[in-house]
């Protein structure tokens, strides 16, 4: 009941702000403390870069859900071993316009591999496990914070070979997910509401009819925590959502842009990769 409660509050304030056309772009910049708000200067904007075994990415794909009159900035930044994000959005819902996000392994949508460790067949992976901590000044407007990650029938990806997409959502404002409600899963590391659906992209030009698409949705927001997704990845296999000989191409991790504006800040994330090479790997910041 408390979660189903918190909803309701949650949209009544983004209703509110969406009449009233608020913007506190300015005032969510000062509510960070002043020593973090030192990743914010200009000096350590970035473009797309790979830093060691990971990518971090300002990814835009939505943005041509933009109306010629309506701003949307979105900028990555560095310092030291930190990442931060920033977004200025409309205030008109237009769906997921940007993902500002850190990758690793191979996109399916182009680049290189950051690890030798993807991609990987499903079966081969015996753990596959990430921490993070997160801070994020934002509106109570739509977004999330979420992994996403590629399930592809090739180990040298592309787009067309692309057959799942799982998501899982770590906090949410207001945002839901595509598909139909499945069932509500306790994991070792919480509970999660499951989603599913096919993601129909033939008119899109991308070289596939679309793919499987699925979230695991987290019942307790959070911005810091621990997520085993090898948990997650085998009960997909168990209920034959996925089979366990396609390759997870890529791990991802960020923010879904819709209409909120605002900061984040990743203090912390770190992956860790077992498969059949002998050792696990741990990918982390520094």
């Given amino acids: ?45 970035i473009s797309d870069t790979l830093e060691g075994s990971f990518f971090i990415i300002n990814n835009k794909w939505g943005a041509y859900k933009i109306k010629a009159n309506e701003i949307y900035i979105q900028n990555i930044y560095k310092l030291k071993n930190k990442i931060g994000f920033s977004f200025i959005t409309p205030n008109k819902n237009r769906g ?8 690793i392994g191979k996109s399916p949508f182009g680049g290189v591999s950051t690890t030798s460790y993807l991609p990987c067949y499903l079966y081969k992976i015996y753990a596959l496990e990430s921490s993070y901590d997160v801070s994020m000044y934002i509106e109570p407007k739509k977004y999330n914070l979420v992994f996403d990650l590629w399930i592809t029938k090739s180990d040298v ?5 692309i057959v799942n997409e799982i998501m899982i959502w770590e906090d949410r404002n207001v945002a839901r997910p595509a598909g139909k409600y499945i069932k509500t899963v306790n994991f070792s590391f919480g509970k999660y509401k499951i989603y599913h659906t096919w993601m129909d992209r033939s008119s899109e030009n991308l070289g596939t009819n679309g793919w499987y698409f699925t979230a695991f949705v987290r019942q ?21 959502l996925v089979s366990k000989y396609r390759y997870l191409s890529s791990v991802e991790f960020g923010n879904e842009v819709y209409n909120a504006t605002g900061y984040t800040i990743i203090n912390q994330y770190d992956l860790l990769i077992k498969n059949n090479l002998e050792n696990p790997i741990i990918i982390d910041l520094k």
């Fill in 96 to 103: 997921v316009i940007g993902f500002p996000e850190l990758l």
């Fill in 157 to 161: 990806p592309t787009v067309k070979d």
């Fill in 220 to 240: 307790d927001r959070r911005r810091v925590g621990n997520v085993n997704l090898q948990e997650i990845i085998q009960l997909m296999i168990n209920d034959e």
């Fill in 1 to 45: 009941m408390k979660y189903y409660i918190e909803n309701i509050k949650r949209h009544l304030v983004y209703i509110y702000l969406l009449i009233k056309n608020k913007k506190y772009f300015s005032k969510l910049y000062y509510d960070i403390p002043s020593e973090e708000r030192k990743l914010f200067y200009v000096q350590n904007k």
